[in-house]
């Protein structure tokens, strides 16, 4: 796609599931990128192994584009930690030219009994995180004098909501308001800021229903194009709205979801008429 190639990109969360398969279509398409993850507690081997597994097989699929890569590992809810990340992404790569606001975190328990750490952990990933991205990057893009690219990665439950997951929910119900306030306040520089919605999507976040043919059909009951997407499908998108064939979207949320937002219920006719 047009204007990516050549560009330095930064994708938080990008150690698996959609935020590694938008670091590996961005490195195609001929941009270097930085892919961001949060260590684990030392003792969670099986992990650690896993998270050091799919960013070693991120990079290396950027690199066999013939663009450089690089791990950064930053917690985007800590100010300092995200400031730091963003000095060495710019000394590593020249600069930042598209920010992928990725990381997420979600925990589901009944609105009444959520523990508030957890509530402000949820918040502080998602909401707080991809604020203070989005805002390293700016000062980025106004210190350069240079347009920018922030793309926000959201969900269809910033419309739709989700019981048990009320801070998800939140979280990105605020995403969709900061993405829509941060593109007017910026739009005279030259800089875009936009976001895509993922439905119900095929990463390892989901395989509790994805792996299971019985939750895996209620899942997909809903969906009017009757399937769960995968995570090259999310990047695609992503890819477009990050290239110049999307210069003059900006303030906007992409749903990427087969149709979830459409109320599939009301695929039939059920009104009083």
Partial sequence: M????????????GSSGI??????????????????????????EATKDAIEEALHKCMLSV?????????????????????S???????????VDILINNAGIQFGEDSDK???????????????GSFLCAQQAIRHFLEKDKPGVVINVSSVHQQIPKPRFVSYSLSKGGMQNLTKTLALEYAKYGIRVN????GATITPINRAWADDPEKRRLVEAHIPMGRAADSEEMAAVTAFLCSDEAA????????????LTLYADFETAWSSE
Wanted: charged residues 20%; without cysteine.
């Fill in 2 to 13: 047009k204007g990516i190639t050549g560009k330095n990109v930064l994708v938080t969360g």
């Fill in 19 to 44: 935020g590694q398969a938008i670091a590996i279509r961005l490195g195609q398409e001929g941009a270097n990128v930085a892919i961001n993850y949060v260590g684990r507690p030392e003792g969670a």
């Fill in 63 to 83: 690199e066999e584009s013939g663009q450089q890569a690089l791990i950064v590992d930053a917690d985007v809810s800590d100010a300092d930690q995200v400031a």
């Fill in 85 to 95: 990340m963003f000095e060495r992404v710019i000394e590593h790569l020249g600069g």
């Fill in 114 to 128: 959520v523990a508030i750490d957890t509530f402000d952990r949820v918040i502080g990933v998602n909401l707080r």
């Fill in 195 to 198: 976001a895509i919605g993922p």
């Fill in 248 to 259: 003059y979207i900006t303030g906007q949320t992409i749903f990427v979801d087969g149709g």
